[in-house]
């Protein structure tokens, strides 16, 4: 930096110490309940909206054939070489089943990975790391032709069998990340990664297309509504802090 820089006089000589504390904001638990509140009333009108698009008939999922994922999902891998002259287009898999979302690109000369995974829009995809929290979904259009990690495997899929806006529902499902990570092994549950035979070997029952199908005009709505309860279970579970903060600020 040139010191000429700095005598300029609207040059900001004001910065934070690294090595000091950080500044905590508090937010008052009021402000988190109206927080909170406010979602309610998104919740509300997301469910009276998927209620309104979707008509499923008596469910007897019982009735629904059994099948392992094996059966209806088939593993990808479109590999390529790491070049170091060359910037990969990168993405990343949301954790709680919010999908897919792109990530900054892969440094040809910077990755220390060799091969690199294209992957295509319409796959199905996770994280081995993550899945136990839901890092599930399904590739958009605008990210056909990303790259990823072996970290991320990719799957193609039946579309006689199923959708894909079944798959993104269903693994947008706490108890089904819950059972895929129970035979998972790792140090401690921040590293127990899912692997792909794991992946396949899952049961699950398996609705008719006709109910399928009536998930697609409720995709948005349910990320959506999934996106609310996640900020709704945030704010609310600040408030007995922000409780506990405020009794010891008025005791000063």
Known sequence: MHIDEVRQPEYDLDFRNPAGAQEVIRVPPKELAATAGGQV???NELVAQISQRVELPAIRANDWPEVTLGEILARTEDPTTVDSSIEYPNIGVYSFGKGVFRKPPILGWKTSAKTLFRVHAG??????LFA???AYGVVPEELDGSYVSNEFPTFDYDH?????AFLETYFATPN???RLAKGSRGLGNRRQRVQPD????????????EIQRQL?????PLRDLRCVLSDIDSAVGQIPEAIIALAF???D
């Open 160 to 164: 006689a069998q199923v959708t894909s």
């Open 123 to 128: 796959q199905f995809i996770y994280s081995r």
């Open 41 to 43: 009333a998104s919740l």
């Open 132 to 134: 136990f929290e839901g």
């Open 198 to 209: 794991a992946l396949m070997a899952h049961q699950l029952r398996l609705p008719p297309l």
């Open 249 to 251: 600020m008025n005791e």
């Open 216 to 220: 697609e005009a409720v995709r948005h």
């Open 176 to 178: 089904v990340w819950a």
